[in-house]
């Protein structure tokens, strides 16, 4: 079994920048393929990045390629999430989740709290 961890999270201004963290228990982190998805009020939880094992493969969704970046510490069992150039359309409860299962980067079986991020105008 694997706990997530998310934080980092926070209140910033557009054009700014957060770094999302989550920190997984247990043994195996760096057997788990990684995501981050993001839920906003009234609407349907949505992919953010998805980050390999050894991290050598990453993907991202169209609305946030080239602003955010995953990467992984397998050492340090987490995983991030760099989020530059933010948008209030950004606003969302960020959740790590982790994989392992060949049908990721769309199938995830554990899941942390989230932790909120709000871009202000």
């Known amino acids: 079994q694997v706990q997530l961890v998310e934080s980092g999270g926070g209140l910033v201004q557009a054009g700014g920048s957060l770094r999302l963290s989550c920190a997984a228990s247990g043994r195996t982190f760096s057997s788990y393929s990684m995501g981050w998805f993001r839920q906003a009020p009234g609407k349907e939880r949505e992919f953010v990045s998805a980050?390999?094992?050894?991290?050598?493969?990453?993907y991202y969704a169209d609305s946030v390629k080239g602003r955010f970046t995953i990467s992984r510490d397998n050492a340090k069992n987490t995983a991030y999430l760099q989020m530059n150039s933010l948008k209030p359309e950004d606003t969302a409860v960020y959740y790590c989740?982790?994989?392992?299962?060949?049908?990721?980067?769309?199938?995830?079986?554990?899941w942390g709290q989230g932790t909120q991020v709000t871009v202000s105008s």
């Open positions: 980050i390999s094992w050894s991290g050598g493969a990453t």
């Open positions: 989740a982790a994989a392992h299962t060949p049908s990721w980067p769309y199938d995830y079986d554990y």
